[in-house]
């Protein structure tokens, strides 16, 4: 049975990049294999490159992603268990800016291997998730959202870096 998405309008360039003809845990991971296949492809000379200033590296977005993917997981995870907070929001550049030295040194190979490891982790957790935990409604900074939701936006935030990656940094 396919659950009915809750989510705010914001969200909706993000699933708009998603294909359909999956399932949410194969859309995990075949979105994981495409953006590693895809970033293991970008020349070195790339990886530090800034298209204008105060934009981030292709390292700096991959370690975003990274961070993404923690913040999204938790917030399905406290709605997934009917925590009835509102959730924080975060805020992506300060998170990138403090981090932003640490990416630009670290080896590809690190970056991809812990945003693999993140990312196996989200689909673990959204596996074992029944209808009733990914029905669930809850609230994060200013957005409702349920929790299948969540995982579907996880998959649209990283299409759309892998399509900034191709139109502004190839």
Request: hydrophobic share 40%; aromatic share 12%; glycine share 4%.
């Amino acid at each position: 049975m396919e659950i009915p998405l809750v989510y705010s309008d914001y969200f909706q360039s993000y699933l708009d990049l998603v294909p359909k003809e999956y399932n949410l845990l194969e859309s995990l991971e075949i979105s994981l294999h495409e953006t590693i296949h895809f970033v293991q492809d970008v020349p070195m000379h790339a990886f530090d490159y800034r298209y204008a200033p105060g934009k981030w590296t292709i390292k700096e977005i991959v370690q975003h992603l990274i961070d993404c993917e923690r913040v999204y997981s938790y917030r399905a995870l406290s709605i997934a268990r009917k925590d009835p907070q509102t959730l924080l929001g975060f805020d992506e550049n300060l998170f990138a800016n403090t981090v932003s030295n640490q990416a630009s040194t670290r080896p590809l190979k690190g970056l991809l291997e812990e945003y693999s490891m993140a990312r196996h982790s989200t689909i673990q957790m959204f596996k074992s998730f029944d209808q009733e935990a990914l029905s669930q409604v809850g609230s994060a900074s200013v957005f409702n959202y349920n929790v299948a939701a969540i995982g579907w936006i996880l998959i649209g935030h990283e299409k759309h870096h892998l399509q900034v990656f191709k139109e502004r940094y190839l």
